[in-house]
C-alpha cells in the first residue's frame, strides 16, 4: 500500500496486520503514534466493557481477562514498531531499554503497595521513579523527531521520497 494514501485507521493497524513481528525496517511517525492511539482506545474501550460485566480485576488484582488478552496480543506488534520508529531515527534498537526503569517502578511500586509497607516501602522507590521519569520522557521526545529524510543505515524512507513529509504528519 502507497504510504502517501494511507488513512489514519490503515495505518494503525498496519503494525498488527501487515508488520505483526517485523522488526527490520522503518516505521513513519504515522504507523507509530496511529497505533498507539488504536491502542489507547482499545484499553479504555475493553476496560469500560470490563467495568460493566465486572470482570476488571480478575488479572493481578487490576487487569481483566479482556484488557490482559490485548496486552498479550499487542506486545509483539508494539515493540516491533517501536524498533523500527527509532530506526526511522536512524538510533539502534537499544534506546528501546530506556523503558525498564520505568517498568521497574511500576512493578516495584505495586508490590509495595500489595506488601503492606505502605508509604514508607514506596519511599524506597522515590529515585528510581525519577530516573524512569526522565527515561520516559527522552522515549517520548525520541519516538516524536522526524525520521531521517532518504535512506538511512536501516533502509530506504518509508515514504518513497526525499524530503519524509508527508500529509498524514
Same mark, same amino acid.
Given at each position: ?7 489514519? %485507521? @490503515?495505518?494503525?493497524?498496519?503494525? %498488527? ?22 491502542? =489507547? =482506545? ?5 476496560? &469500560? ?25 499487542? &506486545? *509483539? ?10 530506526? @526511522? ?47 520516559? %520522557? &527522552?522515549?517520548? *521526545? ?23 513529509? *508527508?500529509?498524514?504528519?
Amino acid at each position: 500500500m502507497n504510504p502517501n494514501s494511507m488513512t489514519p %485507521i @490503515d495505518w494503525a493497524k498496519r503494525p %498488527i496486520v501487515e508488520k505483526y513481528a517485523d522488526f527490520s525496517g522503518r516505521a513513519p511517525r504515522a504507523e507509530y503514534w496511529w497505533y498507539a492511539l488504536g491502542l =489507547i =482506545i482499545a484499553f479504555i474501550v475493553l476496560s &469500560i466493557v470490563e467495568s460493566i460485566t465486572g470482570l476488571k480485576g480478575m488479572v493481578f488484582g487490576f487487569y481483566g481477562p479482556l484488557t490482559a488478552l490485548l496486552w498479550l496480543a499487542t &506486545i *509483539v506488534p508494539g515493540i516491533a514498531v517501536g524498533v523500527r520508529r527509532l530506526h @526511522d531515527t536512524n538510533r539502534s534498537a537499544w534506546w528501546l531499554l530506556l523503558i525498564v526503569p520505568y517498568l521497574l517502578v511500576a512493578i516495584l511500586s505495586v508490590m509495595a503497595l500489595r506488601s503492606g509497607g505502605g508509604l514508607a516501602a514506596l519511599g524506597a522507590v522515590g529515585l528510581l521513579s525519577i530516573v524512569g521519569l526522565v527515561c520516559a %520522557i &527522552i522515549m517520548l *521526545v525520541l519516538m516524536v523527531l522526524p525520521g531521517t529524510p532518504g535512506e538511512n543505515r536501516y533502509g530506504p524512507n518509508p515514504y518513497g521520497n526525499a524530503t519524509g513529509a *508527508v500529509p498524514a504528519e
